[in-house]
C-alpha cells in the first residue's frame, strides 16, 4: 500500500513539468462603490511555454470574461475575447486601457484592502489545463493605473 501511495505520488510529481509554469505579478482589482455591479481585474502574466489564459472565475461575480480594448470608429470599446495568448517566456500585461479581466454582476461592493480569490485557467499547447488561484488586492477605485495612468482614465468599468 504505502508504496503504491510513493509510486503513484513520484508519478503525479513526475506529470508536473508538462504544465506551462506561469507566474502571476501584482494582481489587483479596481475598487467599487456601492450600486456597482462591474469591475475590473489587472496583473501581469508570464508563461515559460506557449499557452493561452482561456478563462477566469472569482466568486465576487456572477460573469467573468477576459477583455480587450480595441477602436472602433475612433471610439476605444472593450470587448470579450475568447482567450489571450501567453507566448513563451513573454510578460503580458493587464492593465488599464489594454487587456483586462471584467468581473460583471459583481456580488459584493469591492472595498480597497480587500482580497478578490480570482481562478486562472491556463491551458498549453499540449491542451493541458490548469488552474492558477490568485488573491487581487483591492485599489482605490480613482488609483492611478501604474503603467499606463492615461489609457486609464479613458477606461471606465
Ligand atoms: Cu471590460
Known sequence: MTF??????????LSLPCLAQVTVSEPWVRGT???????????????QTDSRLVQVQSP?????????MKMDGGV????????????AGKAVSLAPG?????????????????????TLVVEGADKQRQQIEVKAAVRPLNSAAGAAPAAGSAHKH
Open 4 to 13: 503504491r501511495f510513493i509510486s503513484g505520488l513520484i508519478a503525479s510529481l
Open 98 to 118: 489594454g487587456y483586462h479581466v471584467m468581473l460583471i454582476g459583481l456580488k459584493q461592493v469591492l472595498k480597497p484592502g480587500d482580497q478578490v480569490p480570482l
Open 60 to 68: 465576487v461575480a456572477a460573469t467573468v470574461e477576459i477583455h480587450e
Open 33 to 47: 462603490v456601492a450600486e456597482q455591479k462591474a469591475s475590473g481585474a489587472f496583473m501581469s502574466l508570464t508563461s
Open 76 to 87: 476605444m470599446r472593450m470587448r470579450p475575447i475568447a482567450d489571450l495568448a501567453l507566448p
